[in-house]
């Protein structure tokens, strides 16, 4: 079991918070003391606050940059159609 202290601030990363739970992908924003502002990708992006001490189950993969750079195409991309979908409705 590991933590959101663990993680560094910049970074994106393939998490498993609960052992049943899905993969999700996460990127560190902020650091405090005690928390941290991470953002979570999936349909849409969600913006929360973690205490350092929260539990992770499994901490899959840091993300190299090539695989940002690949990823953010992919999802910018995904939105960009979606948005387009919504406007000529």
């Keep these: ?19 049943e739970g899905p993969v999700g992908l996460i990127k560190v924003n902020m650091e405090t003391d005690h928390c941290m502002y991470v953002s979570k990708y ?23 940059d090539d695989k940002v750079k ?7 991309d995904s939105q960009d159609t979606y948005n387009y979908e919504e406007d000529e409705e």
């Design 1 to 19: 079991m590991y933590s959101y202290a663990l993680l560094e601030k910049g970074c994106y990363y393939l998490i498993q918070e609960k052992e």
């Design 70 to 76: 690949t990823w953010e195409s992919i999802y910018n």
């Design 42 to 64: 999936a349909d849409s992006t969600e913006a929360i606050w973690k205490k350092k001490t929260d539990p992770i189950f499994d901490i899959l993969e840091l993300l190299g």
